[in-house]
């Protein structure tokens, strides 16, 4: 049973330009939530998409945007990169967009670094 | 809004030693608790979680008691191993996003 997958493992990019991580969730789960996590904090909340639909959304600008596909697996883009956008960027599924409290499984994360 | 404050790091133990790392929470309704474990350059992965008040969370000798009435979610192993190096992370969910405490770091030396 695949875990959460995530790729690239990492990335670099310069400023102003726009950057695509993909995320492919645990087996059996239809929901996908994103988190920045900058070096030595805690993970920040981006989205949530379940249903193909953004279903919430963190404090975090709209150059960050997302999308889900139809098999659940989802993107997270960014636009206009900033120096300040290099971070880990994790994934995690989870089942029934939060109806139940369900445990997030988050991937390896990808690392992007904005020169 | 919801809020999780977490004993900051970094800690350092002996192996064999009682390892207690404190979190307290803010939340509207009623939250599920979570600790979560990341080890260098990898994802976090999850160690235990309590759903309910007075409920234990449990795994791999570590312990975490949903304290309603404080407002806590302390996590507790009572003999570390070197192995048990990593960050650990507190989280609470009221629903659709995870709200993360700073993590503490703990590094256990032999």
């Known amino acids: 049973d695949a875990g959460v997958t995530q790729s690239p493992t990492h990335l670099i990019k310069t400023r102003g330009q726009q950057v695509t991580l993909r995320c492919s969730p645990k087996?059996?789960?239809?929901?996908v939530s994103w988190y920045q996590q900058a070096l030595g904090q805690g993970p920040q909340f981006i989205f949530q998409?379940?249903?193909?639909?953004?279903?919430q959304r963190g404090n975090f600008p709209d150059r960050f945007s997302g999308h889900q596909f139809p098999n659940y697996s989802s993107e997270l883009n960014v636009n206009a990169l900033l120096l300040g956008d290099s971070a880990l960027y994790l994934c995690?599924?989870?089942?029934?967009?939060?109806?139940?409290?369900?445990?997030?499984?988050f991937g390896p994360g990808t690392r992007l670094l904005v020169l | 809004g919801d809020s999780v404050t977490q004993m900051e790091g970094p800690v350092t133990l002996s192996e064999e030693a009682f390892l207690t790392i404190n979190c307290t929470y803010t939340?509207?309704?009623?939250?599920?608790l979570f600790w979560y474990v990341q080890y260098p350059g990898e994802g976090l992965q999850l160690l235990l979680k309590?759903?309910?008040?007075?409920d234990k969370g449990s795994n791999k000798g570590f312990e975490a008691t949903y304290r309603k009435e404080t407002t806590s979610f302390h996590l507790e192993k009572g003999s570390v191993q070197v192995s048990d190096s990593a960050v650990y992370f507190c989280?609470?969910?009221?629903?659709?996003?995870?709200?993360f405490g700073t993590g503490t770091s703990l590094t256990v030396i032999p």
């Open positions: 995690a599924s989870s089942l029934g967009a939060g109806q139940y409290q369900e445990t997030q499984y």
């Open positions: 309590a759903t309910k008040a007075d």
């Open positions: 998409y379940y249903e193909e639909e953004e279903r």
């Open positions: 939340a509207t309704g009623y939250p599920s």
């Open positions: 989280a609470l969910t009221t629903g659709n996003q995870f709200y």
């Open positions: 087996s059996g789960h239809d929901t």
